[in-house]
């Protein structure tokens, strides 16, 4: 099984531009994730979603929008990308909310 | 929504010391206590948790405690090895309301040859 996989690994985007990272689980898992982590801030929860076509905000979620039109696949999108979106994005699922989350490798974003 | 706090940020220790990692949280509806192991390049992974019925967890070096009353969670690593060096994090959830984890900022662990 490859667990969570997220493409791209790394990218740099010019301010102003769009992306989407793509997040892929083959687990079967009902949530997924998507976190950013900043140094000295930890992960901090973007967007999630409990299942297949679902999503909510979580605790940073100004500047980016998601989907999840499949179980399998969570998107995250920057429309109008900003320096301060420069970050490590990972995604995660799990079975539910107060199980183990699994994380992809992460995608490493630079915004100049 | 949910805070959690993690202390400290950095810790260093020999090899065959023990290291503690100490977390609190400020929901008292949280129930679901993971530590996760970051390594350099990597996602984190799961090392152990703990759910909120329960006050004590052990595998093997590893052991966490939780304390409901007073809202903190500990890390507890024995016998410190050099591939112990890594990032932990320690997380709550609740089982409504944002449904997710809340993390807390990060303790690198450097244990010294």
């Known amino acids: 099984n490859a667990g969570v996989t997220q493409t791209p690994k790394f990218r740099v985007l010019k301010t102003g531009q769009s992306m989407t990272l793509l997040c892929a689980q083959d687990?079967?898992?009902?949530?997924m994730y998507w976190y950013r982590q900043d140094p000295g801030m930890g992960l901090r929860l973007i967007h999630y979603?409990?299942?297949?076509?679902?999503?909510a905000k979580g605790e940073v979620p100004d500047g980016y929008n998601v989907s999840r039109l499949k179980k399998q696949n969570f998107l995250l999108g920057l429309e109008s990308a900003a320096p301060s979106q420069t970050s490590v994005y990972f995604c995660?699922?799990?079975?539910?909310?107060?199980?183990?989350?699994?994380f992809g490798q992460g995608t490493r974003l630079t915004v100049v | 929504g949910e805070n959690v706090e993690q202390h400290p940020s950095t810790l260093s220790v020999q090899e065959g010391d023990s290291a503690v990692i100490k977390c609190t949280y400020s929901d008292s509806a949280s129930n679901y206590f993971p530590w996760y192991k970051q390594e350099l390049g990597k996602g984190p992974q799961l090392i152990i948790d703990i759910r909120s019925n329960v006050g004590e967890k052990k595998d093997q070096r590893i052991a966490v405690t939780l304390n409901k009353t007073a809202k903190h969670f500990s890390l507890h690593i024995t016998e410190t090895q050099p591939e112990d060096s890594a990032v932990y994090f320690c997380a709550a959830s609740i089982t409504s309301g944002r449904r997710a984890l809340t993390f807390g900022s990060g303790t690198r662990l450097q244990v010294q040859p």
């Open positions: 995660a699922s799990s079975y539910g909310s107060n199980t183990e989350a699994f």
């Open positions: 979603s409990v299942g297949e076509g679902t999503t």
């Open positions: 687990m079967n898992h009902e949530y």
